[in-house]
């Protein structure tokens, strides 16, 4: 069923929800890179420098989370916080501890064979489940530009949500287990983890921009729904307000300040990221990938691929080869 043969009511905040944030998360295509233990006694801190993105899920004790740019978050039993945009980060028991750069720390005291890491003095103890992720194409800019340096999963009053400690549970299980396959299971978990962590902070947090501010609002959400379901439609500004029940005017003003940029911006940022996916992912030459986005040149294509990666549509998959 195409989007044109569908009614409004079947673009709901529910399905636009899901179907919005499954597509998106879809294109990231994550890649779990290691998950250890982390036994840090006090005095403690420690460095990671911008790459991998990271999570930390603090099975006892407290730390602060410092990123490189934003607020620091101090974290307890039960919480997870989640850092997305890979810019670096510390780890410290107080604010203003000093820190030790994870490479060093690593060197010194990690436990490769049982994926332990032992650092600090001879204080308390806090400890630690965290791992690395990075992500197999380019980060979407509609995507991250939606993401905080830091995402915080409070623990609350009934404890850990129950998906945060079994998914927990079951990496530490398999990180500490050499059995056939364990690899892939790590890396599936944290995937697991991570996109629960980014559906459980699109569905709290009510002031965002971009594609997750648009989802809170209902007729947003089913434009979006309606864009991410048939892309490459000829859509125009008073379709999308008729789908939205608004006029031409209030629509462009509330969508605009909802996502961040105008519909027809958003549409043609979103085709070429298809389209960007397409080239790496497909034997498609760039002449019929410009043709399937619409449009009506392989130049007009290449010159508003370039000016949205940065790069020609013809090194996309080059690129892709060499993450």
């Not at 911008?50 to 006892?60: I, L, Y």
């Not at 027809?264 to 298809?274: D, E, G, P």
Request: hydrophobic share 45%; charged share 20%; with cysteine.
């Amino acid at each position: 069923m195409t989007v044109s043969s569908r009614t409004t009511q079947d673009f709901g905040m529910s399905a636009a929800r899901n179907d919005v944030l499954s597509e998106v998360l879809t294109l990231i295509r994550l890649r779990g890179e290691l998950v250890y233990t982390a036994f840090l006694g006090e005095p403690w801190g420690l460095q990671f420098q911008p790459g991998p993105a990271h999570f930390h899920f603090v099975k006892t004790g407290t730390a602060w989370v410092v990123p490189a740019s934003g607020t620091p978050t101090r974290v307890s039993e039960g919480d997870l916080v989640l850092l997305p945009l890979g810019r670096g980060h510390a780890l410290t028991d107080v604010l203003g501890s000093p820190v030790e750069k994870i490479e060093v720390v690593a060197a010194e005291h990690f436990d490769r064979d049982k994926l332990v890491l032992s650092h600090g003095g001879g204080g308390h103890v806090t400890q630690i489940i965290s791992g690395f992720f990075s992500f197999e194409g380019s980060p979407l800019p509609a995507v991250m530009s939606a993401l905080p340096p830091t995402i915080h999963i409070p623990c609350g009053d009934a404890g850990s949500p129950a998906w945060l400690e079994a998914i927990s549970r079951f990496l530490v299980s398999e990180a500490q287990q050499a059995d056939p396959g364990s690899s892939l299971m790590i890396s599936r978990l944290i995937d697991l983890l991570v996109i629960r962590t980014l559906r459980s902070w699109a569905a709290a947090e009510a002031n965002r921009v971009g594609w997750l501010g648009g989802l809170s609002e209902e007729g947003i959400g089913r434009v979006l729904n309606a864009m991410h379901a048939d892309p490459f439609r000829r859509w125009t500004v008073q379709a999308f307000a008729k789908l939205a029940g608004m006029s031409r005017s209030i629509f462009a003003e509330r969508f605009t300040k909802a996502v961040g940029e105008s519909p027809l911006r958003y549409l043609s940022r979103w085709r070429l990221t298809l389209a960007a996916d397409l080239l790496r992912s497909s034997s498609l030459k760039v002449t019929e990938v410009a043709y399937r986005s619409g449009y009506a040149s392989d130049a007009a294509f290449s010159r508003a691929f370039k000016a949205h990666f940065g790069y020609a549509p013809s090194e996309a998959k080059t690129r892709q080869a060499a993450l």
